[in-house]
């Protein structure tokens, strides 16, 4: 059986630059690595761009954005692929997942957003959980000052309010599922790195699941 490794967090965090420098160090030690991410490439992670993220006009039907509910089924079939197509066959074969954003994202997101998260949590229940999540937490403005300049891949970015909500979920979420480690987002890539390196080393290498 493979590793599974989330890397979550706000918008700007700095997931996607660690789970490249992620998947060069498990690839550099001889591991067959998948990198991935949440929403994926796949015409359900193309929908969601266009109804969800973008704020477009194709995510107006019946002059009203598409709702919330309907929302968190999309991001939650985009995943049921993405576990039966790509991750479990990925683990069963012995290799390492590397997931840039997974269900976490579901959790803290649609929650802030306004949803219950018992029935976040029962929608996503398909999914296995993974082992090792590292939480990436950084201060909203930080958040802000790096994402400026970029373009927009998603109209939550542009909410203060909501990072904010979302950054706090996470924290809560990190007390109920023990697979979530934090990681002080603000130090630099490097030494961010290391401490996830430190940790993967110590979690999954020292103390392998059961
Ligand atoms: N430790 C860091 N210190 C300063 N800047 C960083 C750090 N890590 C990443 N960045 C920069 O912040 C920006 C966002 O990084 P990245 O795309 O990795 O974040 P992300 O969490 O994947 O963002 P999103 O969720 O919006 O896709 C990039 O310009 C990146 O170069
Ligand atoms: C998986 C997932 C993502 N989101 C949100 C979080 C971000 O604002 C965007 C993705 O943008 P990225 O730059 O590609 O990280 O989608 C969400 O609300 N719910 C989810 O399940």
Redesign the pocket.
Same mark, same amino acid.
């Given at each position: 059986m493979g590793m599974f490794i989330v890397l979550e967090?706000i %918008?700007?965090?700095?997931?996607?630059?660690q789970a490249k420098m992620l998947a060069n160090w498990f690839e550099e030690r001889g591991y067959e690595v998948v990198l991935t991410k949440e929403p994926t490439d796949t015409a359900f992670g193309k929908l969601i761009r266009r109804l969800v993220l973008t704020g477009g006009k194709e995510g107006i039907i019946d002059g009203a954005r598409i709702s919330k509910e309907a929302e968190a089924l999309l991001f939650a079939a985009d995943r049921a692929e993405h576990v039966k197509k790509l991750i479990e066959p990925a683990l069963n074969a012995g290799k390492v997942v590397i997931s %840039?954003r997974y269900f976490y994202s579901s959790l803290a997101y649609q929650w802030a957003r306004g949803l219950d998260l018992n029935w976040l949590i029962n929608l996503n229940g398909f999914a296995p959980r993974a082992d090792l999540v590292i939480l990436?937490d950084l201060p909203v403005k930080e958040s802000i000052k790096? @994402?400026n300049g970029?373009s927009i891949?998603?109209e939550f %970015?542009k909410i203060v309010e909501l990072q904010k909500k979302v950054r706090e979920n996470y924290l809560k979420l990190a007390e109920k599922f023990n697979e979530i480690r934090i990681i002080n987002?603000l130090?630099?890539?490097e030494d @961010?790195h290391n401490d996830i390196t430190a940790l993967v080393e110590h979690e999954l290498f020292e103390n392998p699941k059961k």
């Open positions: 967090g %918008d700007g965090a700095g997931k996607s630059t %840039d990436l790096r @994402i970029r891949r998603s %970015d987002a130090a630099p890539v @961010i």
